[in-house]
């Protein structure tokens, strides 16, 4: 404190020092402060619209254990939440705000389609970092329908169809590379399938892949960068401005690595160029908006132009890129270590895809056919299951209607079923997780292991009742946009690793814990330290 000023609060009580002063104003300002927050806890705990959830009383008063498990411990929280579901039952008070529900019966309830309207949560569309203004951050269900209708088109199952030669040759080349490159020493699985990855989603949303696979090695790839900034999606969620100052700081340090750098430079530069292109294309009357996602966005008649900003479709741009990357990456990674380290897996599917290729002249088939090889698609479903998309909560709120839960729930050292009602108030957040609803035994017995069969009937059709429990896509209106893309990706590329790498693949010291959700920024992450998934081509 200045001495004039001091001197002013001495003037003003001449028989009180100035730090007696001091004090007393910090006293009551910490006391006002800290009645406010017992004021919040008590309102929280007995009078809040929530209160009657189940839920640890420190969770339903406070966010501490949430910022506690996914901030201070790094991603922990979801296994906190499963804890709760044991001691609590299927739906349980994760924070204030927030519900959360391990009934897969309440699925379609949660993430709604059709006309009825979900907005996101503030709290979780905090952790979009600086891509808020994309359509995956939308918080309102109109503005998030707007944004939505405009990029449908361009994901179709029609659009995939269309741009699959691409894929294909991309795939071609990647396993062509594994195969050359993968001899001179053990590589990362996860890192050479994002190449493959990256260059997809550049390619068919920007009309130019980054020539990732064509380059000489695994370098420069965007793994690091990616999973760096998804480190930081949690600390967002709680202190939201730091996404601009972690985004000036990274800019900053780019020049650091040359993964950094790369990323940075398509970001920042690259990207606005694209939405730049597109539009000059537009303003001569050329049509792209088969060719790239923003001559589609561009064009779309419905957005109105506060929503075609270059700022809003760079970042919409930047969701696509990230959303579509690390995803598809990660579960083919997954895949590979379970067929690699199960031969009589490999072998059906190798015998499979074999009769599919003799059976088209030599060539591994295209996507449409590749989607009618039941075993393929068993392991898939398999490696989605076990690689869950998003690991961490993904909740909704129902704004307009309360939504009823009525469920049944056996309690830990029971035998006795006990009926579980409750209402979950409008404009409150509910949500599930696949690394939780994934591991439902009820449905997916044995749940830990990888077993392609139980995506199989009797008549070795596919068993449409698992996929409704199925969350690795989301479901409704927020559910991937990416799907068909998805798909094409796995199967495709799939077919071709099993046709071609996988007979001289071998993993290098690699176990169980390198693919096994341990924490979760986001996408799952193995435990601490793990090496990645390697691999090395033999003979
Ligand atoms: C195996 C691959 C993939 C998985 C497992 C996956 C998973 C998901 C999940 C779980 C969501 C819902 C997110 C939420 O609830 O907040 C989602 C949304 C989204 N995904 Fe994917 N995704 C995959 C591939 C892709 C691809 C290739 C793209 C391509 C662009 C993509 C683009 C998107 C977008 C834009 C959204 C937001 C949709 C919206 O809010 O309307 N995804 N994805």
Redesign the pocket.
Known sequence: MSSSLLDLLVSYRGDRTALEITTSFLLVACGTWLAWHLAKVVYNLLFHPLAHIPGPWLSRATYIPEFYYDVVRSGLYTKQIQKMHDKYGPIVRINPHEVHCADRHFIDEIYAGGNKKRD?PVHQVRGSGVAENA??STIGHDL?RVR?NALNKF?SRAQVFRLEPTIRDLAESLCEKILTVGKEAPFDVTTALSLFTTDV?TGY?LGDNLGLVAQKGWEPNFREPLYAQLKLVYLFRFIPWLKHAGFAMAMFTRRLSEDMETLFNVLIVDMPNYVKRAQANLDKGVDDSEKTVFGSVLQSKDLPPAEKTLQRLVEEGF??FV??TE??SW?LTVISYHVLTKPEILQKLTDEVGEAVKANGGEVPDWKTLEGLPYLGAVLYEG?RLSY??ASR?SRVAPVEDLFYQGTWTPNGSTAEKKVEYVIPRGYAIGMSAVITHHDESIFPDSHSFIPERWLDEKKQHRKDLDRTLL???KGT??????N??YC??YVLLALLVHRVFPSMELFETTEADIAWDHDFFNPFPVWGSQGVRAIIRG
């Open positions: 996101k359509t995956f998030h939505r994901f989603i949303c969701s696509l959303a579509g995803t598809v579960a989605l998309g998003l993904s690795s896509f989301s927020r559910g991937c946009i990416g799907i893309l998805a990706e796995l």
